[in-house]
C-alpha cells in the first residue's frame, strides 16, 4: 500500500495540476506517459529524443490519413494516441528528472506544428484526390494559421492560469520583454543554435502576447509589487475566475482535435475539419480572449488598487 501512495505521489508530481488537465489526459494520457517516462528514463533518453521519436510516429499517422481505406485510417488513429502519449510523456520525464528546459519546450512546440502541418498536408492531399477543387489548398492554408493561433491561445491561457493562480514556480510563462534583451546578448558566431532556439521563443511569445495585451501589464504589476511570491489572496480569485473558462479552453488542445478528425475520417469528409477550425474553433478562441481580458483586468485592478485585497499579504 505504501508502495502504491508513494507511486500515486510521484504520478501527481509530474502533472502541472489537475486543474490543468483534460479528463483524456489525466485518466489515460498523463498514466500511460508516466509509464513511459519512467522507461526512457531507466534507458538514459533525454526528453528531447522522446520528443523526436513521438514527432516521427506523428508523421506516419498523418500519411496514413491520406487512404481512404478504413484499414489504415485505424492504425493511423493508434499511432496518433501513441504520438500523443509521447507529447505527454517527454513533459513527464524531464519533471520527473529535472531536465525541464526552454529548448525542450521550443522544440516540442515545433514538432507538434511539424506533425499538424503534416496532416494537413494529407488531408488536403486526400480532398485533392477525392475530386476537390483546387480552392481546398486555401481552405487548408487557412485552417493551419487557425489551428497555429488557437494552440499558442491554449498554451498562452494554461500558462497564465498556472502563473496567476498557483505561482511562478509552476509555470512556463515567459515574456518577451524578459527575452529580448536575453536574445540580444547571445551572438550568432559563439551560440547560433541557442540564439536561434530563443528567437523562435520571442517570435512565439510575441504572437501569443498580441491575443491578450493586458496580461504584460498585469504581469509587470505582479512582478513589481510582489517579486517574490504571488499571494494567495490574488492566486485564490484568478482560480475561482479561470477554471470554469479554463475546461472550454481544453477543447482547443490537441486531444479534441485528434478525436474530431478520426470521426469525420470514418464519415470520409476530411475537408469539414478545416470548415470546424475556421468557425467553431476560433469563435471560441475569440470568446475566451474576451474573457481572459475581463479577467486580467479585474486582477490588475486588484494589484493596482491600495484598499485591494491583494496588497497586504
Known amino acids: ?113 511539424i506533425v499538424f502541418g503534416n496532416i494537413y498536408l ?4 486526400r480532398c485533392l484526390a477525392g475530386g476537390s477543387s483546387p480552392a481546398i489548398w486555401i481552405l487548408a492554408a487557412a485552417a493551419a494559421l487557425s489551428h497555429a493561433v488557437q494552440g499558442g491561445a491554449a498554451d498562452y491561457f494554461r500558462n497564465g492560469f498556472l502563473y496567476f493562480g498557483y505561482g511562478r514556480g509552476r509555470a512556463q510563462l515567459d515574456s518577451s520583454a524578459h ?49 517574490d511570491e504571488i499571494p494567495e489572496r490574488l492566486r485564490a480569485p484568478y482560480r475561482e475566475w479561470a477554471v470554469p473558462m479554463f475546461k472550454w479552453c481544453g477543447l482547443l488542445m490537441a486531444n479534441t482535435r485528434m478525436i474530431l478528425l478520426f470521426f469525420l475520417l470514418l464519415m470520409d469528409q476530411p475537408a469539414w475539419f478545416f470548415w470546424i477550425e475556421l468557425t467553431v474553433f476560433n469563435l471560441l478562441v475569440v470568446w475566451l480572449v474576451v474573457e481572459q481580458t475581463k479577467m486580467s483586468r479585474s486582477l490588475l485592478e486588484m494589484v493596482l488598487t491600495p484598499s485591494g485585497p491583494g496588497q497586504n499579504v
Open 179 to 227: 527575452l529580448q534583451p536575453e536574445y540580444r546578448g547571445l551572438d550568432w558566431g559563439r551560440e547560433p543554435w541557442k540564439k536561434l532556439m530563443l528567437g523562435l521563443c520571442l517570435n512565439f511569445t510575441r504572437q501569443q502576447e498580441m491575443l491578450v495585451p493586458v496580461v504584460i501589464r498585469l504581469r509587470a504589476a505582479v512582478d513589481r509589487q510582489y517579486p
Open 1 to 113: 500500500m505504501t508502495a502504491q501512495i508513494a507511486q500515486l505521489h510521484e504520478l501527481e508530481e509530474t502533472y502541472k495540476v489537475r486543474e490543468a488537465e483534460g479528463l483524456l489526459d489525466l485518466y489515460f494520457y498523463r498514466k500511460v506517459g508516466f509509464r513511459l517516462a519512467q522507461f526512457f528514463a531507466r534507458l538514459g533518453m533525454s526528453p528531447v529524443s522522446v520528443t523526436l521519436l513521438g514527432g516521427v510516429i506523428g508523421l506516419i499517422a498523418g500519411h496514413l490519413y491520406y487512404y481512404r481505406d478504413l484499414r489504415f485510417t485505424f492504425a493511423g488513429f493508434a499511432l496518433h494516441i501513441l504520438a500523443n502519449a509521447f507529447d505527454n510523456a517527454d513533459g513527464q520525464l524531464a519533471r520527473m528528472t529535472g531536465k525541464a528546459s526552454r529548448e525542450g519546450r521550443i522544440i516540442d512546440s515545433l514538432v507538434d506544428h
Open 122 to 125: 494529407h488531408l488536403t492531399l
